[in-house]
C-alpha cells in the first residue's frame, strides 16, 4: 500500500487527453511539499517528467503538465501519442517517511 | 553531461549483506543530495534513502535498521548496504541524484538486478 495512490492503469486513444492523480495526505501533498512525476518505459530507468508540481525538465514535450491542489496532484497527458504508452509515478515528500512514491500507473494507449 | 552507474553483485545469498556502488561522472558528488531507489519485479518505486555529501543520511524508517549509505568523494562514488537480505529484497537498485534544494530525482542510474537466492 503506497503513501500516494495513484491508479492502477488508464487508457486512451491516440490525440485524446488522459489523467492521471496521485492522492496524498495532510503529512505529504497537503502539508505543501512539492510533487514530481516520472515516466518509465518498458525496461529503463525512470525519468523525470514534471518537478515541482508543473514544470517541466528540458526536453520534455509540452503535452505533459502537472497541477497540484490540496492533497492531491494530477499529471495531464495532451495528444495522445503510441511512445507515450508507459508507467508514471508520483513522488512527493512526507514529514514522517521522508521520500514518497505513488504506486505507478500504467498507460495504455489504444 | 551527468551519469550515474550502478554495480555490484547480482546474486546475494539469503541473510547475507547486499553491497552496491553508484559512480558519478560528468559533474562533482558536491553539493547534492545521493538516492537509492528500489523497484521489486513488477512492482513500484520505494525509496531506500539518501547521502548528502557532508555524509549525512536520511533512510526509509520500514529499512532503516539493515541500511548503510556512505560517500567516497575521492572517487565520486556512493555506495549502499543492506543487511540480512530475504528474498523480499530482490528487486533492481537505482541510483540517482537529487537538487540541494528541492526533493525531485533528476539524473537516474541504468538500474541493476539483484537476486536474493541460495
Known amino acids: 500500500q503506497s503513501v500516494l495512490t495513484q491508479p492502477s492503469s488508464v487508457s486512451g486513444a491516440p490525440g485524446q487527453r488522459v489523467t492521471i492523480s496521485c492522492t496524498g495526505s495532510?503529512?505529504?501533498?497537503?502539508?505543501?511539499?512539492?510533487v514530481h512525476w516520472y515516466q518509465q518505459l518498458p525496461g529503463t530507468a525512470p525519468k523525470l517528467l514534471i518537478y515541482?508540481?508543473?514544470n517541466r525538465p528540458s526536453g520534455v514535450p509540452d503535452r505533459f503538465s502537472g497541477s497540484k491542489s490540496g492533497t492531491s496532484a494530477s499529471l495531464a497527458i495532451t495528444g495522445l501519442q503510441p511512445d507515450d504508452e508507459a508507467h508514471y509515478y508520483c513522488?512527493?515528500?512526507?514529514?514522517?517517511?521522508?521520500?514518497?512514491f505513488g504506486g505507478g500507473t500504467k498507460l495504455t494507449v489504444l | 553531461q551527468v551519469q550515474l552507474q550502478e554495480s555490484g553483485p547480482g546474486l546475494v545469498r539469503p541473510s547475507g549483506t547486499l553491497s552496491l556502488t553508484c559512480t558519478v561522472s560528468?559533474?562533482?558528488?558536491?553539493?547534492?543530495?545521493w538516492n537509492w531507489i528500489r523497484q521489486s519485479p513488477g512492482k513500484g518505486l520505494e525509496w531506500i534513502g539518501s547521502?548528502?555529501?557532508?555524509?549525512?543520511?536520511n533512510y526509509n524508517p520500514s529499512l532503516k535498521s539493515r541500511v548503510t549509505i556512505s560517500v567516497d568523494t575521492s572517487k565520486n562514488q556512493f555506495s549502499l548496504r543492506l543487511n540480512s537480505v530475504t528474498a523480499a529484497d530482490t528487486a533492481v537498485y537505482y541510483c540517482?541524484?537529487?537538487?540541494?534544494?528541492?526533493?525531485?530525482?533528476?539524473?537516474w542510474g541504468q538500474g541493476i538486478s539483484v537476486t536474493v537466492s541460495s
Open positions: 540517482a541524484r537529487e537538487g540541494p534544494v528541492t526533493t525531485h530525482l533528476d539524473y
Open positions: 560528468g559533474g562533482s558528488i558536491g553539493n547534492y543530495y
Open positions: 547521502l548528502y555529501d557532508s555524509g549525512s543520511t
Open positions: 495532510s503529512s505529504n501533498i497537503g502539508a505543501g511539499y512539492n
Open positions: 515541482d508540481n508543473n
Open positions: 513522488q512527493s515528500y512526507d514529514t514522517s517517511l521522508k521520500k514518497v
